[in-house]
């Protein structure tokens, strides 16, 4: 299905510059080989941001019409290391309205090691966000919210906003009709669940939900039915990844667990953001149940068989597509 015309805004408070290093059979505390550096823009709502405008373009050129979805990519954004990030918002044609601060991003470091098909991440200390900042981009945030149809809140917190924000903005942009979908964790997540008013989309991975509830969830049913209680509270789609083993998103009309096909994986890094632009999308298609977790689902393996926050070609995407298993839960 097409999807209708539309318009998406993603909120990154701390976005990150990506360098990606291959080392295949890397060992810790010895001097090894790199086969390649790679460089990207990233952080959570710019990897949405990214997959969004790849999948509206995609569908645009398929359907033989007009612009089919319009993605608006906000946040705080160091203006040292800027560059990076404006020739992807560029390239993608995601309009970037972010606040520039002064200083640089952050620098997360993603260690690949093909062999295994294992990443290590280590993330370096970012900007604060002053009072100022915060206000400017609140300004900015209503001006661009005003006629959004979906709100994406993504990412951690940096130092200098209140663990609440995500729950805050959550209660105005739902009051006002917006459609918001949140991908969080600790206590931004934490803080959000607890709140009076749930985002409409919540998607953690398993270890962040147990965090945020604070108890472990063992077996699926367990997992199944803290789902549920956050849809008796107000959520309207909660979807819980599970690494390989898949994902279990569960709606009022019903729950399945998707497992995705297997893939070669070239980086891990993204893949939950990939399944969030895949759940969006769905909701703006008007797709089933089934059919969002499909997409979802493909559009997470589809992104890691890549570097950065990219989704493969149409008809690769079609045959993950044709390969997701799709089972009630």
């Known amino acids: 299905m097409t999807a209708r015309p539309g318009r998406v805004v993603t909120l990154t408070l701390n976005p990150a510059l990506d360098l990606t290093v291959r080392a295949d059979g890397w060992q810790r505390g010895q001097v090894n080989a790199g086969q390649d550096l790679h460089q990207t823009a990233g952080g959570k709502g710019v990897n949405v941001a990214s997959i969004l405008a790849d999948w509206s373009r995609a569908d645009r050129d398929r359907a033989g019409q007009g612009e089919t979805l319009s993605v608006t ?4 954004l160091g203006q040292d290391n800027a560059a990076p990030f ?5 390239d993608k044609g995601v309009v970037d309205a972010f606040v520039r601060v002064n200083g640089a991003t952050r620098v997360g470091i993603k260690l690949v090691d093909g062999a ?3 990443t290590t991440d280590i993330n370096l200390p970012g900007l604060s966000a002053t009072p100022d900042t915060l206000t400017e981009l609140g300004a900015v945030l209503t001006r661009l919210c005003a006629d959004a149809d979906v709100v994406v809140l993504a990412g951690s917190l940096p130092p200098g906003v209140p663990a609440d924000h995500y729950a805050t903005l959550t209660a105005g942009l739902r009051c006002a009709g917006v459609f918001v979908a949140l991908d969080t964790s600790g206590p931004a997540l934490t803080a959000a669940l607890a709140a009076p008013v749930l985002p409409d989309l919540i998607k953690p991975n398993i270890h962040e939900l147990e965090a945020a509830l604070g108890r472990p ?3 699926d049913t367990g997992i ?9 509270r107000g959520a309207r789609i909660v979807a819980v990844s599970q690494g390989e083993r898949g994902a279990l998103i569960v709606t009022d009309a019903g729950a399945v667990f998707a497992r995705p096909p297997r893939v070669t994986v070239v980086s891990t890094v993204g893949a939950g953001d990939a399944m969030v632009a895949g759940l969006v999308s769905a909701h703006l298609s008007g797709l089933s149940l089934k059919g969002a ?14 570097l950065g926050p990219h989704l493969p070609a149409p008809a690769e995407l079609a045959d993950l597509t044709a390969q997701v298993e799709v089972t009630p839960a």
């Open 73 to 76: 990519a906000t946040g705080l």
């Open 86 to 90: 404006e020739a992807l918002l560029r």
């Open 116 to 118: 295994a098909q294992e």
């Open 217 to 219: 969830l063992t077996s």
């Open 224 to 232: 199944l039915a803290a789902a549920r209680t956050l849809l008796e």
């Open 293 to 306: 977790a499909r997409r979802a689902t493909a559009f997470s393996a589809g992104t890691i068989t890549r």
